[in-house]
């Protein structure tokens, strides 16, 4: 196979996910036994395109002990670094990276794959020699060249002759450029792998109104076929194989259960499994379009502005989705992006800017009877916190404690949808207040977006199946669980797939706490880590909001 050879693994979704997205199941698939050598998050040597870059840079014997480190994603924007270069926009264009790692026999790795999910396009090379290039011009590369297009993350497997491997240490070396300097995001999530699995890994299940639920999986070769099943029947038997999306207009409502089954080289792979909760409209109780009060964060709100009792009626108010930049704004905030004066042209107008917009929408439930819980979805960007009656049930990319008009949302995302339950707890007979602060990361942030909906859920809700204290989804609790957290906290690292195995406290939130819980739990006597874990897995003892999930470790 030569070395230009590249498999497409999975694509990303270029724009916000459909309204209601309930939960992601990952399962491994059967065809291969894939061997890590090389894992993400990982520490990799890194230097920032601020000045000249070494000709020398991707060779071998090349010192690169005087460039940083750290875990792997490295980038920014797109809520999957670790290593987060929050001033390389509007400043450098590229970074270059480095990853020493030993090899015993070169002669085992016949089918070594670099995979990595990259953003907007790298050049690779293992001890000196190119193996790859993507959405990049040909020629020398430096740290004055841009991507050709500007795109979304993409994941990527680059296959590598077993000659460039040599006996001992071996460097993989891996420039990443952004097509411009105003570049919103810049992904680098690198492993390398033996006997890659080609098997897709990872499928996503959403429910529009009007529109149906719509699966996306990652397609990481051409398939003999797929198949589709719903709630354990077959209804699509054989698509294409180089389908990447599936629609189905008219599923039934609730819960819905569904399965993509590829067929690769005559062999069926493991069943990927997701599931969509889908709502009748007759349960949606407020949708989007419909008017919220609001209060911009160019001052201070009041101190009981999320509370059932606060009278908004001197706020303004308009329909949702609010915000600015990203098409889905009813209500545009066309004030809230940083303008600076311009001497040039004194008659136009600046604008200070301001981080955060407060909102409030009152609804009433004649009865309780027969609702399990609320059904809360929401299109945002970049952070938010939500209360029902004053009560916290949801924060997302927000660091903890206060959510003020000074707070800022941990990282600069794109539109991302979620839905989540509400305890049914919270609510009460009669009128309720659901109240959200919503934060963008900077002043100068180029968009923000708010659209929520809120359902009843009747019927038995989802158990979750999960190991408490597995943040990272790995099968077991120990000191990586604790960094996890962390990273995704504080560091604009991955969210955890299943948040109840992330909550160690078991106090229906994810935050520091819980990483502190973890570390003491394992290493300082401290109390053991509630049930379900971390040595079994099992259901969630604990009503919580926190999205109903099951691990596949479990």
């Not at 050598?37 to 990799?44: F, K």
């Not at 949302?409 to 794109?414: F, K, L, Q």
Request: charged share 20%.
């Amino acid at each position: 196979m030569s070395i230009d050879r590249v498999l497409v693994f999975a694509r990303r979704a270029a724009s916000a996910l459909p309204l209601l997205v309930l939960w992601v199941i990952g399962a491994r698939a059967a065809l291969a036994q894939e061997e890590v050598l090389i894992a993400i998050s990982e520490e990799w040597r890194y230097q920032k395109g601020l000045e000249p870059v070494a000709e020398d840079w991707f060779e071998p014997d090349f010192d690169d002990s005087e460039w940083a480190s750290g875990p792997t994603g490295i980038g920014y924007g797109d809520n999957d670094d670790a290593t987060i270069l929050d001033d390389m926009l509007n400043t450098y264009l590229v970074v270059f990276t480095r990853k020493a790692f030993v090899v015993n026999d070169p002669s085992t790795l016949e089918d070594a794959t670099l995979r990595l999910t990259y953003d907007d396009g790298i050049v690779a090379y293992l001890n000196g020699t190119e193996i790859g290039r993507l959405n990049m011009p040909e020629g020398a590369v430096n740290e004055t060249t841009s991507a050709i297009t500007a795109g979304e993350p993409t994941t990527t497997g680059i296959q590598i002759p077993a000659d460039l491997f040599i006996r001992g240490e071996n460097v993989l070396a891996v420039s990443v450029h952004n097509s411009s300097l105003t570049s919103s995001d810049l992904s680098f999530l690198p492993e390398l792998v033996n006997h890659a699995d080609l098997c897709p890994k990872l499928v996503t299940c959403s429910f529009t109104f009007g529109v149906g639920v719509t699966l996306t999986w990652g397609s990481q070769t051409s398939y003999d076929s797929i198949a589709i099943l719903r709630n354990g029947e077959e209804i699509e038997p054989s698509l294409d194989g180089t389908l990447q999306t599936f629609l189905d207009p008219d599923p039934p409502g609730g819960d819905v259960s569904y399965e993509v089954v590829a067929t690769l080289e005559g062999s069926r792979c493991a069943a990927l499994e997701c599931v969509a909760t889908v709502v009748d409209a007759s349960e949606v109780i407020v949708g989007p379009g419909d008017d919220w009060a609001f209060f911009r964060g160019d001052q201070s709100p009041p101190a009981d502005w999320n509370e059932l009792a606060f009278d908004d009626s001197d706020w303004e108010f308009g329909p949702t989705g609010i915000g600015y930049g990203d098409g889905d704004d009813a209500t545009i905030l066309d004030d809230m992006i940083l303008i600076a004066d311009d001497p040039l042209t004194p008659d136009d107008e600046s604008s200070p800017g301001y981080l955060a917009v407060f909102t409030r929408k009152s609804f009433n439930l004649s009865s309780l009877d027969g609702i399990e819980s609320l059904t809360f979805s929401v299109v945002y960007d970049d952070g938010f916190v939500a209360y029902l009656n004053g009560e916290e049930f949801a924060r997302r990319n927000m660091s903890a404690g206060l959510d003020d008009e000074f707070t800022a949302a941990s990282v600069a995302i794109e539109p991302t949808s979620e839905t989540m339950s509400i305890p049914i707890a919270l609510a009460r007979q009669g009128e309720n207040v659901l109240a959200v602060s919503v934060h963008n990361a900077a002043v100068t942030s180029s968009d923000l977006s708010f659209v929520p909906i809120i359902a009843t859920q009747r019927g038995g809700p989802a158990t979750s199946l999960f190991r408490r204290g597995d943040a990272d989804g790995n099968g077991s609790v120990n000191l990586t669980d604790g960094i996890f957290i962390l990273r995704s906290l504080f560091q604009g690292g991955a969210n955890p797939l299943c948040p109840d195995a992330a909550d160690a406290d078991d106090n229906s939130l994810v935050n520091l706490t819980d990483a502190i819980y973890i570390l003491r739990s394992l290493f300082q006597g401290g109390a053991d880590i509630p049930a379900p874990g971390p040595s079994s897995c099992g259901p969630d003892p604990t009503p919580d909001a926190l999205v109903t999930c099951e691990t596949t470790t479990c």
